[in-house]
């Protein structure tokens, strides 16, 4: 069965420029959560799907980042414009719903140049 | 507060038993977690213990709670080389299993042969 898969595994942009980062789910996983590691910081907790729907978005920093799950399956992560300080490692998690244990992926390198 | 707080690194010698600690300030949560995050890898649940657990022992992995101090050690017996990868330690905010974590900055563990 294939894990979380994230996609870009990096991506270098400049400032000012747009990204879009994609998460896939292990299939049948309700549950969707992005999470963000800054510069070797602490990992954030970012938003929270249960199917296409925003349960917890209190971590997202400002407007600038727009989550979406259309169809309750894959989700998008889309930062514009990105700001030097968004660069880092952005994660998605899955889990089935009643359960604790969240999946990871391997991560979404950004880096805002 | 939601502060958890990790030693950055810790470096031991093939066979010598490894101590990571993690103190935190939330006392509500159900759940406390240790996270391993291998180069190049994703976030892998290593184990967890239920808050009113004062120890779980799992193969080479034993890990501590003192819920007084709010104080959760993770200590692998006959450390190898495999073992080098982050510990990130993480809580549950609230008592909810929401799947909403709570991460420390992680403790780079070094293996040397």
């Known amino acids: 069965e294939a894990g979380v898969t994230q996609f870009p595994s990096h991506s270098v942009i400049e400032k000012g420029q747009t990204v879009t980062l994609r998460c896939d789910p292990i299939?049948?996983?309700?549950?969707l959560y992005w999470y963000r590691r800054v510069m070797g910081k602490e990992i954030k907790f970012l938003l929270h799907?249960?199917?296409?729907?925003?349960?917890?978005e209190s971590g997202m920093p400002n407007n600038r980042f727009l989550a979406e799950r259309t169809g309750g399956t894959y989700s998008t992560l889309k930062v514009q414009p990105a700001e030097l300080e968004d660069s880092g490692v952005y994660f998605c998690?899955?889990?089935?719903?009643?359960?604790?244990?969240?999946?990871f992926g391997e991560g979404s390198r950004l880096t805002v140049l | 507060g939601e502060d958890v707080e990790q030693s950055l690194f810790l470096s031991v010698r093939e066979g010598d038993s490894s101590v990571i600690n993690c103190t935190y300030t939330?006392?509500?949560?159900?759940?406390l977690y240790w996270y391993k995050q291998e180069p190049g890898a994703g976030l892998q649940l290593l184990t967890y213990?239920?808050?009113?657990?004062d120890m779980k022992q799992d193969q080479r992995l034993t890990v501590l709670l003192n819920k007084k101090d709010k104080h959760l050690s993770l200590r692998i017996a006959d450390t190898q080389t495999g073992d080098s990868a982050i510990y990130f330690c993480?809580?549950?905010?609230?008592?909810?299993?929401?799947?909403?974590?709570?991460f420390g900055q992680g403790t780079t563990l070094q293996v040397k042969p």
């Open positions: 799907f249960v199917k296409e729907s925003k349960q917890d």
């Open positions: 939330d006392s509500s949560s159900t759940y």
């Open positions: 993480a809580h549950e905010w609230g008592s909810s299993n929401t799947g909403k974590l709570i």
């Open positions: 998690a899955s889990s089935q719903v009643g359960t604790g244990e969240l999946f």
């Open positions: 213990i239920f808050s009113n657990m």
């Open positions: 299939s049948g996983h309700d549950n």
